[in-house]
C-alpha cells in the first residue's frame, strides 16, 4: 500500500507496510501514482520478461513487474510536454528506480504482518502498567473534563494507602518477567491525596531491588496545589510529569475554572514555570485540550511555547456532539489547516534556535515503535489497567465508571475473562476500517475507550479522530523530513 500527498513543498511516497518514506520529485510521485491507479484497477498482467520482477513474491510486486511502461512514459510525457528536462530517458531511470526500490522492499512492499497479528497480541498478557486514580475529586471544575470533575460519576473518594500499596503488590505479581513497569498517579486530582503517593513511591522503592522491578512514575496534576514539597519530591522521584494547560488565558479560564467559578490561569502557571525550571526544563510535558471554541489552537501552543515551555501537547476534545464546545464537521477544514501551520512554525522556530517538541509530531522515521506495539496500540485491557480508589479494575482511565467494563480487582484479579479476551482482540486488523487504511501502523487502531463512545464497540473506529490523526501523520512525516534537511 502507498500514501502519496504533497505539502509545505515536499512531495512525499509512504510505503505503509515497510514504513519507507520516500521525498521524490514531481515526475517520480506522477509514475508512482500511475503505477499505484494500474494495480487498483486491475488493469496488470503477470507475465516473465527481461528487467521485470519476475520471481519477486507478493501480488502488488508482480503486478508492478508488468505494468507498460510504454503507458506511463506516454502519460508523463504527455503531462510534461514543453519541458525539455523531462524526456524518455529520464521517465525509464526513475521507473527502473522504483523497481529497485520495490525489490529492496521499501516501495509497493507486502503486509507480512497481518497472518500473525493475533498470535502476537495473545502473547502479550503479563502486566506492565497501572493508572493509580488517587484521588476520585478534584479543586477544579472544567467543564468538559470525561471524568465528571473528577468524580468519573460516582462517589467523591480518595484511595487509601493500603489499597495503592495492595495494587503496587498487584502490578509485580503480574508482570512475569517484565522489569520495568510503569505507574501514573491520575485523578481527579492526585494532589489532593498527596502524601499516599508520596507513600505509595517510597514503598515501591523500598521493594523494587528485591522484587527485581523498575518503577518509573508518572504524576499528571492541573497544578494547583504544586508547592515546594511537589516539586522537590515530583523532581527527585516522578520519571515525567504531566500538567494542564489549554495556553491562552481567555481559552484556559473559559473552561478550566476553579470550584468558585474563577480561572485557573494565573494560579497555576507560576507554579508550572517554577517546576519546570527546577526540573531542567526535561521530562515533563504541557497538556492541552482545544475545543470549538478554539480551533485556531496553534496561538495557544505558541503561547505556551512563549512562556518557555517546550515540551507541549494538544487534544482535540471528545464529548457528545451536543454540547457547545464540541468540535464540529464544519471546524475540520480549520483544524487540519491549524496542523499545517504548527508543522511550519516549528520548523521555523527549529532554524531560530527556540524549537519545541509536540507530542503528537514526535515520530522516529529511522526506526520507530515494534511491530507488537504498531499492530496493538497502548495495552489497555491486557497489559494496562485504571485502578480506582476502591480498588477495581477498569481497562484504563477513559473506561472508569462505566460497570460493564469492570474488569475485576486487585484483590481478585481479572474475573471479566470474557472482557479481557475481547481487548486482546484489539488490534489493526480487527477493525475493518483500519485494514486500507495507510495510517494503520501509527495509530495501531486508534483509542478503544473513544471508538467505544463513537460506535458501540472497542473493534469500531472513532472517525473523527482519524480524520485528524492522519493529518497529523502526515505533517509529523513532512516535519521530521525538513528537520533532518537542517542536520
Not at 510536454?81 to 520495490?102: K, S
Not at 476534545?317 to 499545517?340: G, H, K, W
Not at 469492570?406 to 476500517?433: H, P, S
Request: some cysteine; glycine content about 8%.
Amino acid at each position: 500500500m502507498i500514501h502519496q500527498y504533497k505539502l509545505n513543498g515536499y512531495p512525499i511516497v509512504l510505503d505503509v507496510n515497510s514504513g519507507s518514506v520516500h521525498v521524490v520529485d514531481d515526475v517520480a510521485y506522477d509514475i508512482i501514482q500511475l503505477f499505484c491507479e494500474e494495480i487498483a484497477d486491475g488493469r496488470a498482467h503477470v507475465s516473465g520478461g527481461e528487467g521485470s520482477a519476475e520471481g519477486i513474491s507478493g501480488g502488488e510486486k508482480r503486478l508492478l513487474s508488468r505494468i507498460s511502461e510504454e503507458k506511463v512514459i506516454g502519460s508523463i510525457l504527455e503531462k510534461y510536454a514543453g519541458r525539455p528536462d523531462v524526456n524518455e530517458e529520464e521517465i525509464r531511470e526513475v521507473i527502473a528506480d522504483i523497481q529497485e526500490l520495490t525489490l529492496q522492499g521499501k516501495l509497493f512492499s507486502e503486509d507480512i504482518y497481518e497472518p500473525n497479528a493475533f498470535d502476537l497480541k495473545n502473547r502479550h498478557t503479563k502486566i506492565k502498567a497501572l493508572c493509580l486514580h488517587v484521588a476520585h475529586t478534584c479543586n477544579l471544575n472544567c467543564s468538559y473534563c470525561f471524568a465528571a470533575q473528577g468524580s468519573f460519576h460516582g462517589e467523591r473518594a480518595l484511595m487509601s494507602f493500603e489499597t495503592g500499596k495492595r495494587a503496587l503488590d498487584f502490578l509485580i505479581e503480574n508482570s512475569g518477567d517484565r522489569r520495568n513497569l510503569e505507574v501514573d498517579f491520575f485523578g481527579g486530582e492526585p494532589l489532593m491525596n498527596w502524601q499516599v503517593v508520596k507513600d505509595l513511591v517510597l514503598y515501591a522503592r523500598s521493594i523494587e531491588k528485591e522484587k527485581g522491578k523498575n518503577f518509573r512514575f508518572t504524576l499528571t496534576t492541573n497544578g494547583v496545589g504544586i508547592d515546594d514539597d511537589v516539586i522537590e519530591f515530583a523532581n527527585r522521584q516522578m520519571h515525567n510529569v504531566v500538567l494542564s494547560l489549554d495556553g491562552r488565558k481567555e481559552v484556559h479560564d473559559r473552561l478550566r475554572r476553579t470550584i468558585n467559578d474563577q480561572g485557573s490561569y494565573d494560579m497555576i502557571v507560576p507554579k508550572f514555570r517554577r517546576l519546570v525550571q527546577a526540573r531542567g526544563g526535561r521530562d515533563y510535558y504541557m497538556r492541552g485540550t482545544f475545543t470549538h471554541n478554539n480551533v485556531d489552537f496553534t496561538k495557544d501552543i505558541f503561547h505556551m511555547a512563549d512562556l518557555g515551555f517546550t515540551e507541549l501537547s494538544m487534544e482535540p476534545v471528545v464529548c457528545p456532539p451536543d454540547d457547545p464546545f464540541a468540535l464540529t464537521e464544519e471546524d475540520l477544514p480549520e483544524l487540519f489547516r491549524q496542523y499545517e501551520i504548527l508543522a511550519e512554525e516549528m520548523i521555523r522556530r527549529h532554524r531560530e534556535g527556540r524549537g519545541f517538541t509536540f507530542y503528537h509530531y514526535m515520530l522516529d522515521l529511522s526506526h520507530g515503535p515494534c511491530i507488537y506495539k504498531r499492530i496493538s496500540g497502548c495495552g489497555s485491557g491486557t497489559e494496562y489497567f485504571a485502578v480506582t480508589p476502591q480498588g477495581e479494575l477498569y481497562p484504563c482511565h477513559q473506561f472508569v465508571g462505566d460497570e460493564q467494563y469492570k474488569m475485576g480487582d486487585i484483590w481478585q484479579g481479572i474475573t471479566a475473562q470474557n472482557l479481557q479476551q475481547e481487548f486482546k482482540l484489539c488490534n489493526v486488523y480487527a477493525r475493518e476500517e483500519c485494514r486500507t487504511c495507510w495510517a494503520r501502523f501509527y495509530c495501531s487502531g486508534g483509542c478503544a475507550a473513544n471508538a467505544w463512545h463513537a460506535s458501540g464497540s472497542i473493534r469500531g473506529v472513532y472517525d473523527y479522530g482519524c480524520r485528524l490523526f492522519k493529518k497529523r501523520i502526515e505533517c509529523a512525516i513532512m516535519l521530521q523530513i525538513a528537520l533532518a534537511e537542517e542536520e
